[in-house]
């Protein structure tokens, strides 16, 4: 969403980025914490969902209804082209990114690992094929890829080191419930609409500030086009929230596919070995794809041969986390994976 050669633009991202670090230390977190346990999940990815849309909506209707009289030909053309570019590079970058991941991570087949997402699929009535892929790197896994490409589920070499044969299909379930739950259109579809608003917030400003062709010097432009960026902030943080739901929806997957317990264990262990030391932690941040990860709050790494019992498991559910960095996270801190694992009727 970040604008490279407008120095207007720009200036209204950094307002939008300091207004959203506002609100995430302030209001998201009380808010979050006052509708905790209200609502079911498929509840709250539901009304999360509505939330994303009808605030999207409402801003493009404000646009059209209030700024329009102000906005001209060239602003609409200007606005519409600026929508068709976004739309246009999300859906290349929806297309290339299987085959731009196969490349980057030297993605390999492997015919164990086939078996064991053959027999996960067949155990959750996936209707489709599935291409399993091994890449190297600390213990993680990530679903990708499209109807075009195929849809594969990557498992690094340190997943498969650390995790046993039931753990490794709670993981493979999770990788699998994102395609049975289409996560990847889904999620490309909701992270472009704070763009579109965020863009036509900057086309508002623009033409508010113009003073050519009598359209210049409207007030309406210049204040819808401000709000319009604050909330495409907002929007931002709503679609974050709603990929930490999905990574839950997921979770349940994983749960079906091999029990509750089984994928306790497998995050529970992933947990435990980020938090061994430093290192790994730069291969998983400084990924581009890192929030397709089963595992992305991450802080550290050592020894491959993780082992992790009840009390762990335990202890783990009781450990604290940080609300606010929750709130900017792709993925649920694993605390709360865990207990929410405890809560589902399978």
């Known amino acids: 969403m970040l604008p490279v050669f407008d120095p207007i633009a720009l200036g209204l991202y950094f307002v939008g980025y300091i207004f959203m670090f506002v609100v995430a230390a302030t209001v998201a977190p009380r808010v ?10 498929y509840g709250a990815m539901a009304l999360t969902a509505v939330l994303i849309v009808l605030t999207t909506a409402f801003i493009i209707y404000l646009f059209a209804t209030v700024a329009a009289p102000g906005l001209g030909a060239y602003g609409w053309g200007f606005f519409l082209g600026l929508i068709f570019f976004v739309v246009l590079m999300n859906l290349i970058t929806y297309f290339a990114s299987p085959f731009m991941i196969n490349a980057s991570y030297g993605a390999r087949s492997d015919p164990r690992l086939q078996q064991v997402v053959d027999e996960v699929a067949a155990r959750l009535g996936a209707p489709f094929k ?13 679903a990708y890829g499209n109807f075009l490409a ?30 049975l739950h289409r996560d990847n259109a889904l999620m490309l579809l909701f992270g472009i609409l704070p763009s579109i608003v965020y ?5 508002a400003v623009h033409l508010g500030l113009s003073s050519s062709n009598n359209r210049g010097g409207s007030p309406a432009l210049l204040a819808i086009g401000v709000a319009a960026v604050l909330v495409s902030f907002l929007i931002q943080l709503l679609v974050l929230a709603f990929s930490r739901l999905r990574e839950y929806y997921a979770d349940t997957a994983g749960a079906k596919a091999a029990g509750k317990e089984t994928m306790q264990f497998a995050l529970a ?71 929410f694992l405890d809560e589902l009727q399978l």
């Open 150 to 179: 195929g849809r594969y589920v990557a498992v690094t070499s340190g997943m498969l080191s650390l995790t046993d044969r039931r753990e490794l299909e709670a993981v493979v379930g999770h990788e699998i419930g994102h395609h």
């Open 32 to 41: 979050a914490k006052s509708v905790s346990g209200r609502f079911t999940l």
């Open 199 to 203: 863009y036509l917030g900057v086309t």
């Open 269 to 339: 262990k992933i947990h435990k070995f980020y938090f061994s030391a430093p290192e790994a932690r730069v291969a998983v941040q400084e990924s581009k794809f890192r929030a397709l990860f089963i595992y992305a709050l991450v802080n550290a790494v050592a020894n491959p041969f993780v082992t992790v019992t009840r009390s762990d498991v335990e202890a783990i559910k009781r450990a604290g986390y940080s609300p606010f960095e929750e709130v900017f996270a792709t993925h649920p801190p694993i605390p709360k994976r865990l207990r």
């Open 130 to 142: 599935l291409k399993a892929v091994v890449v190297d790197g600390p213990p993680n896994a990530f």
